[in-house]
């Protein structure tokens, strides 16, 4: 019998698909061929708002309850839908805390939003791809112009009110080649909590019965990796120039979570789902209350049932998403069996399994050589960090001990 799913995470989608801005390379836009109602109903009603907050309170052994609001773009809905987010909280929490976590493209973010947040204690993701030049070369408006500006307009609120945020960039076709570029961006405007996702999708040259071209790893056929997709060895490369940098010089006052995540892994603590050994606790919640897997799994041979009809933990530890959660194991490439790295990369996202293994089969991970690549360089130094940790170095003497150990040489060599 398959273990159950003790704890997990509803991610919430007030407006579903719908967003205000219109960046090429999300794969959620098209999520509305799948909701035709949409155009008309997108927002969540309060019915759905109300068994949502109510379910996954109740549904949760933890004596705290995250709720994680995304998108699309979560400001939508208006502040008076999270005004009643909060007060349904308050009412059905009992004596368990709460933790908001809200995702945001930041262009809607002025100061009556920014007062909002903090006054009710919301962590913000910031959703920002680097510079100018990297951020508006693929998140632009629906009318094709910059949306640059309005981010940092919404992250000046968000610092006048002393919010609480950190920044999910997309590591992209263009922003690759600029490693520094953007970790010393990022640092200029006071992100201490960084997290860099890489990007690949694949587009199919007809769309499916659903509408989407934009496909799952299991599509069989005609299709081709997008022009924005990074590559698998430039994202590893790309993840070592900033670790390197990091390890020496911002070790302890910059958080990169790619980075925090492997050494949590390499000591037994919980990790993100990316790198665990199956997966399926991290489901969604659409506008209407349908509930699926996975945010990347959003397909109607996915979707588990409603939070309008279903219990939340009954629906996570049901048959349909414990099978969905091995499976990750279950269909682990053949190459990743003997891999020295296995342990804290899993063969990655079920999403990105689509290459051709050794065996002939299409499991291994596109960003397998990349994982390779970072991995290899990183884990010698993370190890050795947290053998330092251990001993209660100072963080001086931790830098200063990998730097004259790793890097000292190099330079001198």
Same mark, same amino acid.
């Given at each position: ?9 509803? &991610? ?50 933890? !004596?705290?309850? !995250?709720?994680?609001?995304? @998108? ?5 809905? #208006? ?21 908001? +976590? +809200? ?12 007062? +909002? ?31 640059? !500006?309005?981010?940092?307009? #919404? ?24 490693? &520094?570029? *953007?970790? $010393? ?58 670790? !390197?940098?990091?390890?020496? $010089? ?6 990169? &979570?790619?980075?925090?995540?492997? &050494? ?43 939070? $309008? ?6 629906? *996570? ?7 969905? #959660?091995? #499976? ?25 399994? +689509?290459?051709?293994?050794?065996? @002939? ?51 001198? @060599?």
């Amino acid at each position: 019998m398959m273990a159950q799913i003790a704890n997990f995470q509803l &991610m919430a989608k007030p407006s579903g698909s719908v967003c205000n801005i219109n960046c090429t390379y999300c794969f959620y836009l098209e999520k509305e061929h799948l909701y035709p109602e949409r155009k008309n109903r997108w927002k969540m009603d309060g019915v759905t708002l109300k068994n949502y907050i109510f379910k996954n309170i109740t549904g949760q052994k933890a !004596d705290v309850v !995250d709720f994680i609001w995304q @998108g699309g773009e979560p400001t939508l809905p #208006g502040i008076d839908f999270f005004r009643e987010a909060i007060r349904l909280q308050n009412y059905y929490r009992g004596a368990k805390r709460i933790n908001n +976590f +809200f995702q945001t493209n930041g262009t809607n973010i002025d100061d009556e939003w920014a007062s +909002f947040l903090k006054e009710n204690h919301f962590l913000v993701g910031l959703s920002i791809d680097g510079d100018r030049i990297s951020n508006d070369t693929y998140r632009l408006t629906r009318t094709g112009k910059s949306t640059y !500006d309005a981010v940092i307009k #919404g992250l000046e609120a968000l610092k006048r009110h002393q919010v609480e945020f950190n920044t999910l960039t997309v590591v992209n076709a263009e922003n690759v080649k600029r490693p &520094m570029d *953007v970790y $010393n961006f990022l640092k200029r405007i006071g992100s201490r909590y960084m997290q860099f996702i890489p990007l690949v999708e694949r587009r199919a040259s007809v769309a499916d019965e659903n509408g989407l071209t934009l496909i799952q790893p299991d599509f069989s056929g005609q299709c081709s990796v997008t022009e924005w997709s990074v590559p698998a060895k430039a994202y590893g490369a790309f993840l070592n120039t900033i670790f !390197d940098h990091w390890i020496t $010089n911002d070790l302890g006052s910059v958080f990169v &979570m790619n980075f925090e995540q492997t &050494m949590a892994k390499m000591v037994g603590q919980a990790s993100a789902c990316v790198i665990n050994e199956t997966c399926g606790g991290n489901l969604i919640v659409e506008a209407n209350g349908d509930i699926y897997s996975c945010d990347h799994f959003v397909y109607p041979e996915h979707k588990l049932g409603n939070i $309008n009809h279903d219990s939340s933990e009954e629906l *996570v530890n049901s048959p349909k998403n414990i099978a969905f #959660g091995h #499976g990750k194991l279950k269909n682990i490439s053949k190459d990743c069996i003997n891999c020295t790295v296995r342990s804290v990369c899993n063969g990655g996202c079920p999403k990105h399994r +689509f290459n051709i293994s050794s065996d @002939g089969r299409p499991n291994r991970n596109y960003f397998c050589d990349g994982f390779a690549l970072h991995l290899h360089h990183a884990l010698p130094k993370m190890q050795h960090l947290l053998e330092l940790i251990q001993q209660n170095r100072s963080l001086a003497k931790i830098r200063k001990s990998l730097k004259k150990e790793y890097y000292h040489k190099r330079r001198n @060599g």
